[in-house]
């Protein structure tokens, strides 16, 4: 089971967002196992009420910036602050502004969903009548009402996610940090799980932290960062960076990726890159490239695909690999003794 961020008292009213602080500041954070630099000297920070999702592949340091985050391991260096509050000097204090879910579920699927609540409230302190008020809340907020006397493990995983985001919510925290929140879940539970998160910022003021591998659940944010190795290799709404590629992207799949590239360069005046074992064109004029594409179809040509670029094509840009290629992170053992990037 993942380890649960106690709190002393519930978290106070925040400050109007034009006079407050940034949710989360980080500046020059870096973190080592042993020789591997896992976190490289990462500056950034979080507005209020906002959105934002940490994208990367299995590997490039979000886990353990999620571990640095939600207080579960101390930076070895640099700084990081909760709404103002350092937490290398008052870690207590800064746990009040946050709620934490994690990647692998902490629920106990032995006990019904109001079971599961009531526990969380009572490792806060809260007194009977106000964690009553609190339940009823979150539950109605995520469409539990008709499931607290159902034993979680009879749940589907998106309606265990939804009792997680409940539980991480009693103590009102302003700060939601969730780490690759669609584990688990199918394409249904993930649409659902991004509205709620968007609502939870609209009626609730909240600032989401989220970390994912996944395009689609980067790109509903306001913000993305994007990690590899470590470092942040960029920063921006997903509309910016998308502009920053420009053009076209054409995805070209061939028999031997590497006789077509020379062949594309030398006879067509093409230049393309690897990607994994297709060959990827960026373009201005996408029909002039398609006109040269197209006849070579059927011979070292096995398919042609166009779209506008992607968060994967900024990636792309921006560290000559995919996504799905994992980094060289040293590994974080999770809760279940599953790697974790």
Do not use: C, W
């Not at 005046?269 to 059927?298: C, F, I, W, Y």
Request: hydrophobic share 40%.
């Amino acid at each position: 089971m993942n380890p649960t961020i106690l709190l002393t008292e519930p978290a106070s009213t925040p400050a109007a967002a034009n006079d407050a602080p940034p949710a989360i500041q980080v500046s020059n954070l870096t973190h080592r196992y042993g020789d591997r630099v896992a976190v490289d000297a990462l500056s950034f920070d979080i507005p209020q009420q906002t959105i934002t999702a940490i994208l990367g592949p299995n590997g490039s340091g979000k886990t353990t910036l999620f571990r640095v985050l939600s207080t579960l391991a101390r930076a070895q260096s640099g700084e990081v602050k909760i709404e103002g509050v350092d937490l290398a000097s008052s870690m207590a204090a800064a746990r009040q502004a946050l709620g934490v879910v994690f990647q692998y579920p902490s629920l106990d699927k032995k006990l019904t969903v109001l079971e599961n609540l009531h526990h969380q409230a009572a490792l806060y302190g809260m007194p009977k009548a106000t964690a009553k008020e609190r339940i009823e809340s979150a539950t109605t907020t995520f469409g539990l009402t008709d499931r607290l006397g159902h034993l979680v493990e009879t749940l589907s995983g998106g309606l265990q996610r939804r009792v997680e985001l409940a539980k991480s919510l009693l103590h009102h925290p302003h700060i939601l940090l969730l780490d690759e929140p669609s584990t688990g879940l199918d394409p249904g539970a993930r649409s659902d799980l991004r509205e709620t998160l968007a609502r939870l910022r609209r009626e609730q003021n909240a600032t989401i932290l989220l970390t994912t591998h996944l395009i689609d659940e980067a790109d509903f944010a306001d913000r993305v960062l994007i990690m590899d190795q470590g470092k942040l290799v960029a920063d921006g709404t997903p509309q910016a960076l998308r502009a920053e590629v420009g053009g076209d992207v054409i995805t070209i799949k061939g028999g031997d990726p590497e006789a077509l590239r020379q062949q594309l360069k030398q006879e067509h005046q093409l230049e393309t890159q690897p990607s994994g074992a297709d060959l990827r064109l960026q373009t201005a004029h996408p029909q002039e490239a398609m006109n040269k594409l197209l006849p070579l179809v059927g011979g070292l040509i096995h398919e042609v695909n166009i779209g506008r670029p992607t968060l994967e094509d900024v990636f792309f840009k921006r560290t000559g690999r995919l996504l799905e290629e994992e980094s060289t992170e040293e590994p974080v053992p999770s809760a279940k003794g599953k790697k974790q990037g």
